[in-house]
């Protein structure tokens, strides 16, 4: 049914309990997981110009991070994964790579505040409403 499963990943310790629903999706299937890691450019706006270029490679870095340390959990358990970092809004990259890798199904951990969900709406929110694909959603705001 699923053959190739996008993971958002921020890095953070949370992952584990996407990662724990991931395996048992692609446990004994013909899949690929892929590993995006989004730059969120919003962070740039109020930066001073010389700064850009040491916090984008320090983002990027957290980025290789994050997205290793999901290939190790799942190579372990025998899945193939395929790891990409980009730059933009989190929820407009997660969408248009979906289109990009025929992405057939995300899982993404949640765990917006109340503000940031009745304000600004957070990223898992904006991907499901977005999404051309089923999205499986973890709560991990008491794993952190």
């Known amino acids: ?22 395996v048992d999706i692609a446990d004994g299937r013909d899949v690929t997981v892929h590993a995006l890691y989004v730059i969120d450019d919003r962070a740039f706006l109020s930066m001073a110009d010389e700064m850009q270029d040491e916090v984008l490679e320090n983002m990027r870095a957290e ?12 190579e372990q358990d025998g899945i193939e994964v395929s ?30 505040d109340e503000y940031e969900k009745n304000m600004l709406g957070s990223t898992a929110q904006k991907v499901v409403t977005k999404s051309s694909v089923p999205v499986l959603t973890v709560d991990v705001s008491e794993s952190e």
């Open 63 to 74: 980025g290789e991070a994050a997205t290793s340390a999901v290939r190790e959990t799942l």
């Open 1 to 22: 049914m699923y053959s190739d499963i996008l993971v958002p990943t921020d890095g953070s310790a949370s992952m584990k309990q996407v990662l724990e629903h991931t």
């Open 83 to 112: 790891t990409a970092i980009q730059r933009g809004k989190p929820a407009d990259r997660i969408v248009s790579y979906v289109a990009d890798a025929d992405i057939d199904l995300i899982t993404m951990g949640t765990q917006a």
